[in-house]
């Protein structure tokens, strides 16, 4: 059983508690009484044309790499992305395998203005109301925890509550299954979920595949503006930055260093 099983695994088991709290019916409404989203697509494409669009990680901790910040405060974390330059941010939601909590999300929604990404295992439709509800304007959705007609409809229907996705994979069979989803981005791991192991190649390798009308994203492994570099040159659009920024001890800081002279045009 590889690491992304077990994580599905308990995911269904958290979608069914979290049900018995709070129905579908009763997110469905949260929905409805939610303010509206902040365009995350649009936000990077926007940033692209003028610099490097960044979208960064609240992430404390990762199976692969245990706690990456033992001092962990997500709000103030959010705050320094915003200040450093990000163009969006991603919140780990998670809790038992990355450390996260939806509360981040819906707190650092409260104080932030940036577009944010839900980053959490979708295998439930029920967990797209939830997002919408807690103050997402965007959801991943994982093409290896996923069958294709699920990628089609959770594709679907996130659009019909607004929010965007970005489609993740990490080989050329995950971006076959995932054809039939219509969604704005698609962000290349280069992480394998099932070894975690990361090689930039692998977005080097499949940037090329990707569909025209989708925005191309690098994810993972992203350490310096030479790593951004190497993928802006294999067309990459927009870069999904965590464990760089979450390790040092003002990750504003190092943002300016990953956006480069560009980066500057943000303000
Ligand atoms: O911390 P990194 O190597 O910069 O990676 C960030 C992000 O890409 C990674 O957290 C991620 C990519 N896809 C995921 C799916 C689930 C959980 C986490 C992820």
Do not use: W
């Not at 090689?199 to 499949?206: F, I, K, M, N, P």
């Amino acid at each position: 059983m590889t690491i992304l099983d077990r994580i599905i695994e308990r995911k269904r088991e958290e979608v069914a508690s979290a049900r018995g709290q709070s129905d579908l019916r009763e997110q469905r409404s949260r929905c409805r009484d939610a303010e509206p989203v902040r365009g995350f697509a649009a936000a990077l494409s926007v940033r692209a044309e003028t610099g490097t669009a960044i979208i960064a990680e609240v992430k404390k901790g990762s199976p692969s790499k245990g706690v990456i910040r033992e001092d962990f405060d997500p709000l103030a974390i959010a705050a320094a992305y915003e200040r450093g330059g990000a163009a969006c941010l991603s919140v780990l939601t998670d809790r038992d395998f990355f450390h996260g909590e939806l509360a981040y999300l819906e707190q650092i929604r409260r104080q932030v203005a940036l577009p944010l990404l839900r980053k959490d295992f979708i295998i439930d439709r029920y967990q797209l109301y939830q997002s919408r509800a807690a103050g997402a304007d965007a959801v991943l959705l994982i093409a290896a925890a996923l069958e294709p007609a699920q990628l089609e409809d959770f594709a679907a229907e996130a659009a019909e509550l607004e929010l965007d996705v970005l489609l993740e994979v990490h080989d050329e069979a995950e971006l076959a299954k995932s054809a039939g989803a219509a969604v704005p981005m698609i962000g290349i791991n280069n992480r394998d979920l099932k070894t975690f192991h990361t090689d930039l190649a692998v977005s080097e390798r499949l940037l090329p595949l990707l569909p025209r009308d989708c925005l191309p994203v690098a994810e993972s492994g992203l350490h310096c503006r030479d790593d951004i570099e190497r993928l802006l040159r294999a067309g990459a659009r927009a870069f999904l930055v965590g464990e760089s920024l979450m390790r040092e001890a003002d990750p504003a800081v190092k943002l300016y260093e990953l956006l480069g002279t560009n980066g500057g045009t943000h303000v």
